[in-house]
């Protein structure tokens, strides 16, 4: 299967600074990768679509100005948590389709945020 | 948009007996249907998934089945075994690159 990976695995950060998550797919291009969020024991709620080339699709009640999203190579997207707080906390996932299977998504091993 | 429904919650079962996790979806577009494992603190694992053109699905001791009519869809394991205490989630998708809606995760016990 498709390989997706993601860094920081974890991060410890100070409340009101900015956090920088990669998602790569490392054996197939992406043009669509996918944001999510989990809460301990909860399921992924999608945060965004990000778009090679174009700007990312929120989900609502997601504030795009706090979590932005750049997907600027066919391997790479990134999520920012931008002036973090401690509500920010969470284990954040990216998924990718190869396309070559099909829609199988393959999810990413999480990062883990944990803003004090 | 869509929204997918999933039962029970938890499921508690002695190794060997089946399981079985029941979803409902909103949207009648919805064409694609993914389950996915997750194990605690992991990346969820798709397992199996199935397609609307097609009524059941099954590998090995894993099965899934899918109503269109009634928007329903649910996941078989059989003869369970300690290492498929996991959480488990159904998906529904309208396909190829879109996004997918998750349940909201059923979280399964075998006892041994």
């Known amino acids: 299967g498709a390989v997706v990976s993601q860094h920081p695995s974890r991060v410890i950060c100070k409340s009101g600074t900015s956090v920088k998550i990669e998602c790569r797919s490392l054996?197939?291009?992406?043009?669509?990768m996918f944001w999510y969020r989990q809460f301990p024991k909860k399921s992924l709620m999608l945060m965004a679509t990000s778009n090679e080339g174009s700007k990312a699709t929120y989900e609502q009640g997601v504030e795009k100005d706090k979590f932005l999203i750049n997907h600027a190579s066919l391997t790479l997207s990134t999520l920012t948590v931008t002036s973090a707080h401690p509500e920010d906390s969470s284990f954040y996932i990216c998924?990718?389709?190869?396309?070559?299977?099909?829609?199988?998504?393959?999810f990413g091993p999480g990062t883990r945020l944990l803003v004090l | 948009g869509e929204n997918v429904e999933q039962h029970p919650s938890t499921l508690s079962v002695q190794e060997g007996d089946s399981a079985v996790i029941k979803c409902t979806y909103s949207?009648?577009?919805?064409?694609?249907f993914p389950w996915y494992k997750q194990e605690l603190g992991k990346r969820p694992q798709l397992i199996i998934d199935?397609?609307?053109?097609?009524g059941e699905k099954k590998d090995q001791r894993i099965a899934v089945t899918l109503n269109k009519t009634a928007k329903h869809f649910s996941l078989h394991i059989t003869e369970t075994q300690p290492e498929d205490s996991a959480v488990y989630f159904c998906a529904a998708s309208l396909g190829g690159y879109q996004k997918v809606t998750f349940g909201t995760g059923t979280k399964l016990q075998v006892i041994p």
């Open positions: 998924s990718a389709t190869p396309g070559s299977e099909g829609e199988t998504q393959y």
């Open positions: 949207d009648s577009a919805s064409n694609y």
């Open positions: 054996d197939f291009q992406a043009t669509t």
């Open positions: 199935i397609r609307s053109n097609v």
